[in-house]
């Protein structure tokens, strides 16, 4: 474990931490007017090791070659002049800080660290770190890497769950859930809608299944998997008989089918590696999909009437009516499908890159 400490005068500025991977949906912005929780779970911190927030530079502003530099394999709109490798936690996490209030940002229903960092030291003054809370973002604080450093702390480290451990105890993530809006005339509020968590989720697997299709058409199984992709698949594929199949693959699960090319496979929450197949399928594109969106699509749940609370026994069901169902046709997320997608080699095929044009030209808008 570590704590993280200031800089300029070495206060201690967190409570003890433990490194996980980073959430796939870090990056995601949801919605309009939307409450999110926090991104980090409470004793844990990820690195991103991309820079994040402004100063921004467009396109024909940059230099030739720094975007390539930067792991960026296709054109981008803008380049963040960030400082790379923030350590991302929970707000409650934080120690020994201020806010900075002149460093508000766009401040619509909270902070979204438009301005830089806007949390201080509160012992020498150093600006250390940026609070993100506002509406249609999730909650966190970013320690800047040029600001912090870490320490270690005693404890004992425990060592990451197998594989077959979080095939048991993992948490599955509902394909739809409530979304919480700022509170109205009326009050606070929430609306039923597919899960950010899904939507951030297919957006950077629908990158790899892209890649992963070298260009042809793609099939992914029925269910969830076909309400989450195929129509994306479809649209951005050209048509025809479809020539490579995705599966899906994991701890648990029986051996893929030799001739299924692409495996849909879970990430470790801890590690941030890639579940890999042992035997012929080896060889398969692995598609990343977070733990409990590839436990959900193992095995899903029935939509069945809210279980009983209290005494009532656990198997009783209420006669409440079903949850309401989202209005719309799922849509991945776009940021993330770009994020990951500039960042993968095979986004240097002239193919890729016009699917990345036609986003820019708003020619793909219905999905995303």
Not at 294 to 318: E, H, K, M, N, Y
Request: with cysteine; charged share 20%; net charge negative.
């Amino acid at each position: 474990m570590f704590v993280f400490a200031c800089a300029g005068c070495g206060s201690e500025l967190t409570a003890p931490l433990s490194q996980v991977a980073l959430p796939v949906h870090a990056r995601q912005k949801y919605g309009n007017g939307a409450q999110l929780p926090v991104l980090m779970q409470a004793g844990t911190f990820a690195v991103d090791p991309d820079p994040w927030g402004g100063p921004w530079r467009m396109r024909d502003e940059t230099g030739p070659g720094e975007a390539e530099a930067r792991g960026i394999c296709a054109p981008v709109r803008a380049l963040s002049d960030g400082t790379p490798g923030a350590s991302v936690i929970a707000p409650g996490d934080i120690r020994g800080t201020r806010l900075i209030p002149e460093r508000r940002g766009g401040a619509c229903c909270g902070l979204d660290g438009a301005d830089g960092p806007n949390m201080a030291c509160e012992t020498c003054d150093l600006p250390v770190a940026t609070r993100v809370d506002d509406c249609s973002l999730w909650q966190a604080v970013r320690l800047g890497s040029d600001a912090v450093h870490r320490i270690p702390v005693d404890g004992t480290r425990a060592a990451p769950l197998s594989w077959a451990e979080l095939a048991e105890q993992g948490e599955e993530i509902p394909l739809f859930e409530p979304i919480a809006t700022w509170g109205g005339p009326l009050g606070p509020s929430h609306y039923w809608s597919w899960s950010p968590r899904w939507e951030a989720a297919a957006g950077h697997a629908l990158a790899h299944l892209l890649v992963a299709s070298r260009g042809q058409p793609v099939t992914v199984p029925d269910g969830a998997a076909a309400d989450v992709f195929q129509r994306a698949l479809d649209t951005l594929l050209p048509a025809g008989t479809p020539k490579r199949r995705a599966v899906l693959a994991g701890p648990g699960r029986p051996s893929a089918d030799v001739d299924a090319g692409i495996l849909l496979v879970p990430i470790h929450p801890q590690t941030g590696l890639t579940w890999t197949p042992e035997g012929p399928a080896a060889s398969a594109y692995l598609v990343p999909l977070p733990l409990g969106v590839w436990l959900w699509l193992v095995s899903p749940q029935p939509f069945l009437p809210v279980p009983a609370s209290g005494r009532i026994p656990r198997d009783v069901l209420r006669d409440d009516p079903l949850p309401m169902l989202p209005n719309q046709l799922f849509r991945a997320d776009r940021g993330t499908f770009e994020h990951t997608l500039v960042r993968l080699p095979a986004a240097r095929g002239p193919w890729l890159r016009a699917i990345l044009e036609n986003l820019t030209h708003g020619t793909s808008t219905v999905l995303f």
